[in-house]
Structures are given as structure tokens and as C-alpha cells.
């Protein structure tokens, strides 16, 4: 049992909700990523999914994006990352999720890529290019080391591949929102409550929506029938501002992850 | 033949021609490393492209485009005078330039616009790189009325502004990618991003034999209309099979095209030709077979350039269809399986290479195909008279000649 699957049960007992942000690891420097975390935690998120940035990453719109090139433009390494996340681990008590592509998990090697990530206190990895068909093996490296694997399910997966892939996952399933990258939408696309909703009845799995998110009334709207909502753009744009004042972005950010939390309450 | 003890070539042999499998592997190579929003749409085409080959009417609409809309068959011919300078194997030229576009990359468009059509999709997005896959997906996008936008590193919009203008004439609209390296790597990431909000009434076009399953069995497929041609005129041209066939390998569609019918002719020596820039230092060439490693890029495995914490690493050719820095999983294969030799050239090599053809007979040729012209004299001048080799001219040569002269620092 990791501590993902520990929080979902807690949260379930007591009829509660999740909001997990998203933060790119090293933007704009390693420091100020340990600053959001503890800065999130103290706000009341229940969990963080940290980015681990990409060269090339497809199902990321342009803040994602941007947010991946300006912490390799400084150069910031995976292992550098662990480091880094193993130090602020002591002060957080939230789980974290790492989200990351299988490129970059290929060349550290599977098992290694889980065991660093484990011993520097992350709980599990969102792969959003390993498909269910593709992810067999790494499942089971996960399975064996109790570290989850977080699917994801989208717009476009048919009902039955969607129980497939509930099946195989762990920790949550990452219900993709909209049909496209990330990046804040006004509105939410029709008939997502009643796809949630249909999934939810037929799989223990806690669900948790993403893409899309950034405003008090999506999470209104969307928590009754979900465990978690993940919100990355809107809050990564708070951010970009660390460049020039740090201070200006966490309070930014904080303003936004304050509404959507108090959103969740209410 | 019989053996005592199992003998390892004979079964890699059989393999060879049995790739992919139904997950999309050419033995380790391939596969779909994608996100699961475009699941469908690939499963989808899989289905329709598995139709429409054992479709006579596809067929016959794709035969009689290539033939009356595309020129083909493209002619081999044998370049004599070619040949006699060098003093070794008879040089014969597999003429993709002379394809209308001016290059190999409408076999595929015209294949997979029809096949668009099938699946009721009403737009086409595209990548490109040097510009000809992108002005053949608007000459298909053009010929059947569909609209299509094509995404281009704005370096390259930059060095292949003849090609940029032709798009734009047939209608099609290009947008430049100003993200990352600015070159092809960053078109194929930009395209993929629209896919992913489009896929449901959108298909995308992929130039070359790289992306995830079907794509690269699926764009060999419709390259392999040259090597099919191929191996009839050396026939009837020599009487034999080609000793030796080169071609320029960026993604790798014309090399795959060419070489995938005579990959059971284990007679014949097949050689593909990477870009080797200005060099063999990191960053100065892209050339993955050559230099790299295996990893995921752009939705399959294969060889790559990456560093050692699996980020793209930045790569370099003069030429923008080679300036890639993954390749298609079917060489990667190839590669493994000591199939298919692959070698790299250099950017100088390619530009006297393209002299020494343009002043010897008479054919301007795309920086691409160079590379293979360059290696192929080199091979050439090894063999006997009475030996054949036949390089893959995937490309005409006019759409470089600005940057040519830039390159050169002449006026234009």
C-alpha cells in the first residue's frame, strides 16, 4: 500500500475530495520547487504531481511547455531532481506522483528510474505516453516495488478499453478531460460528469480529472463524481512569474490553489 | 541446406521480411508510445489501411494516381559517363526526382489522402522538414479537396523558402514552429499537438516511416512502389539483381521504400547513408543508426539521439529532410539484424557530391540525396565494371539552390 492509496482511502472515509496541482520540477531552479511544494501543502492539497520536464513533450500545450524548456534550459537533471525532492520529502507529508515520459525512463533503465523515485519519496509515476498495451512489464516492476503506475483514460477510449486499463492501474486513474494537450479551458466538454460517473460505478479505483481545470466552478462542478481534480496550467502559469519576483508567484499561486480549495469545501 | 548445429542467420533471415507484428514490432524496434488520446485514431487507421490493401479498387485509384497524376514508374537510369569517371561498378539512378513534386514523398501522400478520404476525415495536418513531404501532402490535400495545414521548423521555412511558397500556392497553410531546435524534430511535435485536439476529424499525414503503429509499416508499404520498380528494371535493364543499392536515410522513407523489396535478395548489399554534419561530435551531425542509441521518440523505439537522461539531444545537417534526430524503427531493425549497412556522410562530402553529378550529368539533386551519391561514388570506385549499384535519387536539387549559394556565400 503506498501513500496515494493510503490518502484515497482516508479522503473516501471521510467523504472527501482531492486537489492535486501540478508543478514542473526545477522551474525556474530546483529551490523554489521545494518552496510550492511546502507552500501546497500548508494551503491544504492533499497531493502534488511534480513534472519531471521533457525535451519533446506531446500532450503538453504551450505553458507546460514552456515551463519543461526553461528548467532545461538551466540544465536540471533527473537525478538532481530526486535529490532535491528526497531533502523537502522530511518537511512534506503529502505524497507525490511523478509525472513522466517513458523516454526518460527507458534510458535510466525501469527499474532504476522506480527505485530512485521511490527512495526520494515519490509514490508513483504518471506516464503519459506508455500506453496499456505497452506497459505490461513496467507494470509489474511497479507492482512488485509498491509503487503505483497511474493510467490514463481519455475522451476518446472506448468504454471497454477504459475497464481495461482501470484494471491496470494503480494509486488512481487519471480521467483525461478534454480531447487535446493541457492548458486552461473556459468551459468543460459536455457529457464528461456522465462519462466519469459511468466509469466510477464500475471500478474501485479512485478517479481523478485533469486537463482543462483552472477555475472554482469546474471544481464545483466536477467533484461530486470524482475522488481528485488535477489542476497543472493554470497554476505553472502562476509560476512563470518566479523568474522575476518568487515571492509575487507563490502568491499567485496560492491565491488560485486557495479558491479551488475552497471551491472543493464547499 | 542443412545444418547440425541452429544456425542464428537462417532464422533472423525468415524474420527479416515477417515485420512488423500486429503490436507494430520490428523485433524490439517500434511499438506506440503515444498518448492514449490518439489510441483510437491509430487503431482505427490500422483497421482501414488493412482494408484498403487487400481492396482492388484502392489499389487500382492509388496505381492510376501514380501513374497518370505522379509519372510513375520513375525511370532507372544508367549514369554512364557517371560511371566511366569513376571507373567502377555501373552507376544506375532510381529517378524519384523526375515523380511529379519532385520527390519520393508523394507516394505516401497520395496513399494516405485516399485512405483519409475512406475514413471520412475532412482535414489533413502535416510535417515537414525540407519541404517535400509538406508540398506533397498539399499537391494530395489539393488534388482531393481537403484542407491541409503543414507544420514547418521556421529554420527550415528559412532554408527551403521555394518549397514554403509552392505549399502556399496549392492553398495549404504552413505554420512555422519557432519552439526548440526550429527544425523538422519540432514539426513532428507541433503536428502531434493539433492531433491531439483534432484526431477525431483530422488525420495526419506522416512523412516518413517514423511515428507510432501503423506509420512506419505502413508508409514503407507506400514507398515501396520504388524498390518493387526497382528490382523489374535492373531485370530487364541487366539481367540480374543490383549488386549494391545506396540511399540517404534521414526518417528513412525512401531508404525503407527502396530497400524493402529486396530484403530477402540477401545477394544484394544495401547501404543507408545518415547525416554526418560537420562531424562525429555530439550536436554536429544526425546521424542515430551511426552514433546513438535506442530510446523513445515521437511514439516508437528506436535508434535516437538522447542524452543520458533521455532529453532529445540538438543534432546538425545542412540538409533539413536529414536534420532528424530519430529514425525509423524498421532500420533500427535492419541495423541489428546486420541487414542493411549504415553509414554517415558529411555535409562537405554531400556538397561536392552534388557538383560532381550536376557537372557530369546534368542533374541537380535535393542535399538529402547527396549523401547517398556521395557514399555511392565512394562504393563505386571499389567495385568491378561489370557490377551494378543503384542509388535511390529521392529528390530533385532546385529547391536548394538559395541556400546553396548561402551556403557558398555566392549571390542568388
Known amino acids: 500500500m503506498t501513500a496515494i492509496d493510503d490518502l484515497f482511502t482516508r479522503l473516501r472515509a471521510s467523504g472527501k475530495k482531492a486537489l492535486m496541482p501540478f508543478i514542473t520540477a526545477g522551474d525556474p531552479n530546483l529551490p523554489f520547487t521545494s518552496k510550492v511544494l511546502l507552500r501546497l501543502q500548508e494551503l491544504g492539497c492533499s497531493m502534488a504531481e511534480v513534472g519531471i520536464p521533457y525535451s519533446d513533450p506531446i500532450a503538453d500545450g504551450p505553458v507546460i511547455q514552456a515551463s519543461y524548456t526553461r528548467a532545461l534550459a538551466n540544465k536540471v537533471k533527473l537525478d538532481q531532481i530526486f535529490h532535491q525532492i528526497a531533502e523537502t520529502r522530511r518537511s512534506l507529508s503529502m505524497p507525490l506522483v511523478s509525472m513522466v515520459s517513458y523516454a526518460i525512463i527507458h534510458r535510466h533503465g525501469p527499474t532504476r528510474y522506480i527505485e530512485s523515485a521511490k527512495a526520494a519519496g515519490f509514490s508513483g509515476a504518471i506516464v503519459p505516453d506508455l500506453l496499456v498495451e505497452e506497459s505490461a512489464q513496467f507494470a509489474k516492476l511497479c507492482r512488485e516495488r509498491d509503487f503505483n503506475l497511474v493510467q490514463l483514460v481519455t475522451p476518446t477510449t472506448p468504454q471497454d478499453r477504459a475497464l481495461k486499463i482501470a484494471e491496470q492501474s494503480s494509486g488512481f486513474l487519471y480521467f483525461v478531460s478534454v480531447t487535446g494537450i493541457t492548458g486552461e479551458r473556459t468551459q468543460l466538454p459536455e457529457g464528461l460528469i456522465d462519462r466519469v460517473g459511468w466509469l466510477r460505478e464500475r471500478t474501485n479505483l479512485p478517479i481523478c480529472i485533469g486537463f482543462g481545470i483552472s477555475k472554482p466552478e469546474h471544481v464545483r462542478l466536477l467533484s461530486p463524481v470524482c475522488d481528485g481534480l488535477i489542476v497543472g496550467s493554470a497554476i505553472v502559469r502562476c509560476l512563470e512569474k518566479a523568474c522575476e519576483s518568487e515571492a509575487n508567484a507563490i502568491a499567485s499561486a496560492s491565491e488560485l490553489v486557495s479558491s479551488l480549495l475552497a471551491a472543493l469545501e464547499s | 541446406m542443412s545444418t547440425v548445429t541452429p544456425n542464428a542467420n537462417a532464422a533472423s533471415e525468415e524474420a527479416v521480411r515477417q515485420v512488423p507484428d500486429a503490436q507494430g514490432r520490428f523485433g524490439q524496434f517500434g511499438g506506440r508510445y503515444v498518448p492514449e488520446t490518439l489510441t483510437r485514431a491509430l487503431e482505427e487507421l490500422t483497421l482501414e489501411y488493412a482494408k484498403a490493401k487487400q481492396d482492388p479498387d484502392f489499389q487500382a485509384e492509388l496505381n492510376e494516381l501514380l501513374h497518370r497524376f505522379v509519372g510513375r514508374p520513375s525511370p532507372l537510369y544508367h549514369a554512364a559517363r557517371l560511371s566511366k569517371q569513376l571507373g567502377g561498378a555501373q552507376i544506375w539512378l532510381k529517378r524519384e526526382d523526375l515523380n511529379h513534386t519532385g520527390a519520393h514523398k508523394i507516394n505516401n501522400t497520395l496513399g494516405q489522402a485516399l485512405l483519409t478520404l475512406r475514413m471520412k476525415k475532412t482535414r489533413v495536418i502535416a510535417e515537414t522538414g525540407a519541404g517535400q513531404h509538406g508540398v506533397a501532402s498539399a499537391t494530395a490535400c489539393a488534388h482531393f479537396g481537403l484542407p491541409c495545414v503543414v507544420y514547418m521548423g521556421a529554420e527550415d521555412v528559412r532554408r527551403q523558402k521555394p518549397n514554403v511558397f509552392s505549399m502556399r500556392l496549392m492553398g495549404a497553410e504552413v505554420r512555422p514552429v519557432e519552439s526548440g531546435s526550429r527544425t523538422l524534430r519540432d514539426a513532428v511535435n507541433e503536428a502531434m ?23 512506419p509499416m505502413m508508409v514503407r508499404d507506400f514507398q515501396s512502389v520504388i524498390g518493387r520498380e526497382c528490382r523489374e528494371q535492373c531485370l530487364s535493364s541487366f539481367g540480374k539483381l543490383p549488386d549494391t543499392i545506396v540511399a540517404c536515410v534521414g526518417g528513412g522513407s525512401n531508404a525503407a521504400g527502396m530497400f524493402y523489396p529486396f530484403v530477402e535478395d540477401r545477394s544484394v548489399r544495401m547501404v543507408g547513408v545518415e547525416a554526418g554534419g560537420r562531424g562525429a561530435a555530439p550536436g554536429d551531425h544526425a546521424s542515430p543508426l551511426t552514433y546513438g542509441s535506442p530510446g523513445v521518440l515521437h511514439g516508437s523505439y528506436s535508434y535516437v539521439m538522447q542524452d543520458d537522461d533521455g532529453q532529445t539531444s540538438d543534432v546538425h545537417s545542412m540538409s533539413a529532410g536529414l536534420d532528424y534526430p530519430g529514425v525509423g524503427p524498421e532500420h533500427s ?19 561536392g557530391a552534388f557538383d560532381f553529378l550536376a557537372r557530369n550529368e546534368g542533374i541537380l539533386t535535393a542535399l538529402e540525396t547527396c549523401h547517398a551519391v556521395a557514399k555511392a561514388t565512394e562504393i563505386a570506385k571499389t567495385m568491378s565494371p561489370d557490377q551494378h549499384l543503384v542509388i535511390c535519387l529521392s529528390g530533385r536539387g532546385d529547391k536548394d539552390a538559395a541556400e546553396l549559394a548561402r551556403l557558398r556565400g555566392q549571390e542568388w
Open chain 2, 193 to 215: 499537438r493539433d492531433w491531439m485536439s483534432s484526431v477525431e476529424h483530422t488525420h495526419y499525414i506522416i512523412g516518413s516511416v517514423i511515428g507510432p503503429h501503423p506509420f
Open chain 2, 333 to 351: 531493425y535492419w541495423k541489428d539484424a546486420s541487414r542493411v549497412e549504415y553509414t554517415s556522410c558529411r555535409d562537405d562530402e554531400a556538397l
